[in-house]
């Protein structure tokens, strides 16, 4: 019944290692994106898919890298994590074309915790 | 510097009472307009948006909004507050020709008094 589902909802791991999150949404939309929330709420994007293509890359170390299997999927891969990668990270997903008419729907959000 | 800008970190207001957040933007053309609620451990949820027409929009939850051109204003509302509208709010903009991209305010942390 969940429209964006995030997993996992907690991820705590050592300086250094490689990651994932995935997330999947069944609403039927074209596109998604990644969020990344810091400790201050502060929310900025990051990434986002249409139809498996890239069309938003916001200033983000290379070390991560989103992959769309397909559309209804959006996976982020975080290499050789850093003490500043700690946050929540936000998956979500709109319908393409106007942003007026196709407001974004949220995961409820991975915690990233770096010892 | 185009931004969305939320003046208030946290409110406090009485269960009951009225409310009002703030948010003002500064674009060179009216941005599309959102506010989004977060309650605890969640994601967000989207309380309502404005993109033209009627400057009153209502939204989810018994909130609205007001869009003021003259004061790059989207000021978000409730007469009357419930406990469990503590929650932080955030107001969002997609930027004239910003395509789907959401820029957020820093959020207003809302705590609400028995």
């Known amino acids: 019944d969940t429209a964006v589902s995030q997993t996992p909802k907690y991820l705590v791991t050592q300086m250094g290692n490689d990651k994932s999150i995935k997330c999947e949404q069944n609403l039927g939309h074209d596109t998604m994106y990644w969020y990344k929330q810091d400790s201050k709420k502060f929310l900025k994007i990051m990434f986002s898919?249409?139809?498996?293509?890239?069309?938003i890359n916001e200033t983000v170390p290379n070390r991560f890298s989103p992959k769309s299997p397909d559309k209804a999927h959006l996976n982020l891969h975080i290499n050789s994590l850093e003490l500043g990668d700690s946050a929540v990270y936000f998956c979500?997903?709109?319908?393409?074309?106007?942003?007026?008419?196709?407001?974004?729907?949220f995961g409820d959000g991975t915690r990233l915790s770096i010892l | 510097a185009q931004s969305v800008t939320q003046p208030d970190i946290h409110i406090t207001v009485s269960e009951g009472a009225s409310l009002e957040l703030r948010c003002n933007y500064s674009?060179?053309?009216?941005?599309?307009l959102f506010w989004y609620v977060q309650s605890p451990g969640q994601g967000l949820q989207l309380l309502l948006k404005?993109?033209?027409?009627?400057?009153l929009v209502q939204g989810i939850k018994g909130f609205e909004a007001e869009f003021k051109r003259s004061q790059s204003s989207f000021n978000l509302r409730k007469p009357s507050v419930h406990w469990s509208d503590a929650a932080e709010y955030f107001c969002a903009v997609v930027p004239p020709g910003g395509g789907n991209k959401l820029t957020f305010g820093t959020g207003t942390q809302l705590k609400v008094e028995l």
């Open positions: 674009y060179g053309a009216t941005p599309y």
């Open positions: 898919y249409n139809n498996k293509e890239l069309i």
């Open positions: 404005y993109f033209s027409g009627d400057t």
């Open positions: 979500a997903s709109s319908q393409a074309g106007d942003p007026r008419g196709q407001p974004q729907h």
